[in-house]
């Protein structure tokens, strides 16, 4: 969805308007390995003998829409804001970082309920591992990040509260679907 605008960002904006998409590979990739890499692999081995539900993939498509805009809501948002405040590349660059691999995990988390003892190992796992390697200085050049500054990290905090209540609002009212 991100990709989309920022192509029509490029096809029908003015120059001031183009999004560049915020993400580098490698950034993505280390994302994916936590999120939706390796959690959903573990979970693929668990029992599972319910039919697939009718309309799974318009009903997934659903489901994944709210993460979907909180990351274009992220990205629109840090770049005007952090560009208002002043913020370097750079922090801009790690706070959406943050803020993509905390949307993502919200769905882990969801996907690993009702928790069970293995389930929240796996959610350790995949947040300590993520954290890990955002943190460790020679990872952190090659994702071209660094660490929360003073001013970053209270606009992380906020915007992942009201994702958090959002993406539960949101799942529970899909659920009673």
């Known amino acids: 969805m991100l990709a989309v605008i920022c192509i029509a960002s490029v096809l029908l904006g003015r120059s ?13 990739t280390m994302i994916d390995q936590f999120v939706e890499g ?19 993939l318009r009903r997934s498509m659903l489901r994944a ?8 809501f992220s990205v629109l948002f840090v770049k005007i804001f952090g560009a208002n405040q002043g913020w370097s590349e750079l922090e ?11 949307i ?14 293995w389930r929240v190992l796996l959610i350790v796992w995949s947040v300590g591992g993520f954290l890990a390697t955002a943190l460790f200085p020679r990872i952190q050049k090659l994702l071209e ?3 929360l500054t003073g001013q970053t990290f209270p606009v992380y905090l906020v915007m992942m509260a009201v994702f958090t209540v959002i993406f ?5 009212y899909q659920a009673r679907k």
């Open 168 to 172: 539960i609002l949101t799942s529970r």
């Open 145 to 147: 990040i660094s660490t």
């Open 16 to 28: 001031e308007w183009i999004l560049i998409f915020p993400f580098i590979p490698i950034q993505i």
């Open 65 to 72: 829409l709210p993460s979907a805009l909180m990351v274009v």
């Open 92 to 102: 801009i660059s790690t706070l959406l970082y943050y803020l993509l691999g905390s």
């Open 104 to 117: 993502g995990f919200l769905s882990v988390f969801r996907a690993c309920m009702p928790f069970t003892l």
């Open 38 to 56: 390796f959690p959903p692999f573990v979970l693929t081995f668990e029992r599972n003998i319910k039919p697939v539900e009718p309309n799974f």
